[in-house]
């Protein structure tokens, strides 16, 4: 089907030797065509960047996160099946895109890709949006149009924010995922549907369950499979990676020529939380190109600029005492300052501790005891 080489090449783990032998090599730009004397060297550097780097050429996908790469390769095998699967993450961490990529690197990618945001469409629209309606003079509907999943037939329907699905449409979709037929009322009847089904939630849809606001069988339905995607400030290097990409990105779409970030602005992004993941700082970068016009971006440019990342460790040094400080401290909080626990917890002989401390400049805790004749607040 058409589309569907291209597709994988976007996200291309399992096939670097195959691309090699073409000669090409994937750089943020895209693909390459190498000279022949080039592609020597190329092999060594593409194996590098394939073990760090997502090519993006058409899914947009970007990252060099091991987990999300993970969570990618796993999205390769998963497009050969038809299993449902269920996309897990907070806001803007790029649900839709591996849903889209999913769809792109299927058999389906040459038919429709439908997305619906179920929380966003008023309930009493939801049920005609997603199964489709009959014409009925009573209620005023003058023409039978298709629902969203009847539109998606042959392709992949992605159910967006699948927890604001009201209880009664729950029911009818689980209905529609055990017979996989569209039943309306009036002249067509029954229309068998053949639709992959993509979830997506930021929700823990187990709590939803224990709450009994999520039916249980449809969870296992739409659940065949889980992905969960990291958040932005989880992921190693992203939040500068995709700083660089945006900025070439919308430097090119807005005619700014080459555009840089400066150090300041650098560690302000990596400092940030990006609460609202990759859409936050999409936004922000595109925000600072249209205002800025000097060529290099500052973290004022970026409104980061009271950000505090000051502090941002960048030696290999300064990370791992930063590590250590934060191991021993929980391990001593965990053992009430017990030198001889915390030594077996972490692994480390006494006098190793006690050499680990002073380098760090941590004193023995003072060991919390509850004082004598009291059990706690509660035995007063
Ligand atoms: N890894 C990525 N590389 C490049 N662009 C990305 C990446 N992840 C997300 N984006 C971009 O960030 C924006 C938000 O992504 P997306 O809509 O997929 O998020 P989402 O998880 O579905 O969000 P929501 O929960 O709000 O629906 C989009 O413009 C998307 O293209
Ligand atoms: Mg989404």
Redesign the pocket.
């Known amino acids: 089907m058409n589309g569907v080489n291209d597709t994988r090449r976007s996200l291309l783990i399992a096939e670097d030797d195959a691309v090699l032998q073409k000669g090409r090599r994937w750089t943020f730009d895209g693909y390459q065509t190498l000279a022949a004397a080039d592609q020597e060297d190329a092999q060594q550097e593409y194996r590098r960047l394939s073990a760090t780097h997502q090519p993006?050429a058409l899914a947009?996908?970007?990252?060099r996160d091991p987990e999300l790469l993970r969570i990618c390769r796993m999205v390769e095998k998963l497009a050969a099946s038809d299993a449902t699967v269920l996309i897990r993450?907070e806001?803007?961490?790029?649900?839709?895109?591996l849903g889209r990529a999913l769809h792109g690197m299927s058999q389906r990618a040459a038919n429709k890709f439908v997305a619906i945001n179920c929380a966003a469409v008023p309930d009493n629209l939801l049920d005609s949006e997603l199964f489709g309606c009959e014409r009925n003079a009573s209620t005023g509907v003058s023409k039978a149009r298709p629902g969203k999943i009847e539109l998606a037939h042959g392709g992949t329907l992605l159910l967006?924010q699948i927890d604001g699905l009201p209880r009664v449409l729950q029911d009818k979709l689980l209905r529609f995922l055990k017979d996989r037929v569209i039943e309306l009322a009036g002249a067509r009847g029954k229309t068998p549907v053949d639709v992959r089904v993509i979830c997506?939630t930021?929700h823990d849809m187990k709590a939803l369950i224990a709450q009994k606001r999520f039916c249980e069988e449809l969870y296992r339905r739409v659940a065949e499979v889980v992905l969960d995607?990291p958040p932005l400030r989880g992921r190693s290097g992203d939040a500068a990676l995709?700083a660089h990409v945006f900025l070439r990105r919308f430097a090119a779409e807005y005619n700014r020529g080459p555009m840089t970030l400066g150090s300041d602005a650098l560690s302000a992004i990596e400092a940030h939380g990006w609460p609202g993941n990759?859409?936050e700082l999409?936004n922000c970068i595109k925000c600072a190109v249209i205002t800025t016009s000097a060529r290099e971006v500052t973290a004022a440019d970026l409104g980061l600029d009271k950000m505090t990342h000051a502090d941002v460790a960048f030696s290999l040094r300064e990370v791992r005492d930063d590590a250590e400080r934060r191991a021993v401290l929980s391990v001593l909080s965990r053992v009430n300052g017990n030198i001889a626990k915390a030594s077996k917890l972490l692994g480390v002989s006494r006098p190793t501790l006690y050499d680990l401390m002073h380098r760090l400049g941590l004193k023995p805790q003072p060991r919390f005891e509850m004082p004598s004749g009291r059990q706690g607040l509660g035995s007063r």
């Open positions: 993006d947009g996908l970007i990252t993450g806001s803007g961490t790029g649900k839709e895109v967006d997506a930021h995607v995709l990759v859409r999409l």
